[in-house]
């Protein structure tokens, strides 16, 4: 299995409260992305990054901002966390490098956010 | 505008049996597709792939065919397992971009 942890694993917060999750992986792989889980949504891209301090919008960023300063280390930040934002968050990492291979990505547990 | 879908949330099959689940796309500059397995409480896992210049992809008891005229995929279970029990998303991408777009995903249940 690929290294990739999430951390906390599990968070209640309010509304109106700044919230960083963190996505912690071993394998140096240079793609690293943020999706959220929702009933009758499926998976949806919230950000994602193709090195450190590269980062690019996915189809849901409004509300959330990222940053990666390492290559090991990718944090999903909620500036003000509302309730719209209760989700399962999903970080996930790719071996990627472009020309004729997929993006395969391998995921991590998952992050369970409650925002009351 | 969803550019991959999966038009069915749910598929029960008989043990032994044959299970088949469908997904579509919209954009044909998806030059390659993926099929991932999601367990309760756990994180996606890839299951299979298939790139555009082919047309079915086997891996032991999982299938992939492709229909680039159609924009469609389907996977196939031969035989189905109660363990195969999981939610199964269709992702597609293309090979300058780095990422996939996700379906919403079936539930497959196979019954004992």
């Known amino acids: 299995d690929a290294g990739i942890t999430q951390s906390p694993r599990h968070k209640v917060t309010e509304t109106g409260t700044p919230v960083t999750l963190r996505c912690h992986q071993t394998e140096n792989h240079r793609y690293m992305y943020w999706y959220r889980q929702d009933p009758g949504h499926g998976l949806r891209l919230i950000h994602y990054s193709y090195g450190v301090k590269d980062t690019d919008k996915g189809e849901v960023s409004d509300g959330y901002s990222v940053s990666r300063s390492k290559t090991e280390d990718f944090l999903l930040t909620l500036e003000s966390a509302t309730s719209s934002q209760t989700s399962v968050y999903f970080c996930?990492?790719?071996?990627?490098?472009?020309?004729?291979?997929?993006?395969?990505?391998?995921f991590g547990p998952g992050t369970r956010l409650t925002v009351l | 505008d969803q550019q991959v879908k999966q038009n069915s949330p749910s598929l029960s099959v008989q043990e032994g049996r044959i299970s088949i689940l469908n997904c579509d796309y919209t954009n044909s500059m998806f030059d390659y597709f993926l099929w991932y397995k999601k367990y309760p409480a756990e994180g996606p896992t890839f299951l299979i792939s298939i790139s555009s210049i082919k047309d079915k992809n086997e891996d032991g008891r999982f299938t992939v065919f492709l229909n680039k005229s159609a924009k469609h995929l389907s996977l196939h279970i031969v035989p189905s397992q109660p363990g195969d029990s999981a939610v199964y998303f269709c992702a597609a991408g293309n090979t300058n971009a780095g990422k996939s777009t996700f379906g919403d995903g079936t539930t497959l249940t196979v019954k004992p």
């Open positions: 996930a990492i790719s071996p990627w490098s472009g020309g004729a291979s997929t993006d395969t990505q391998y």
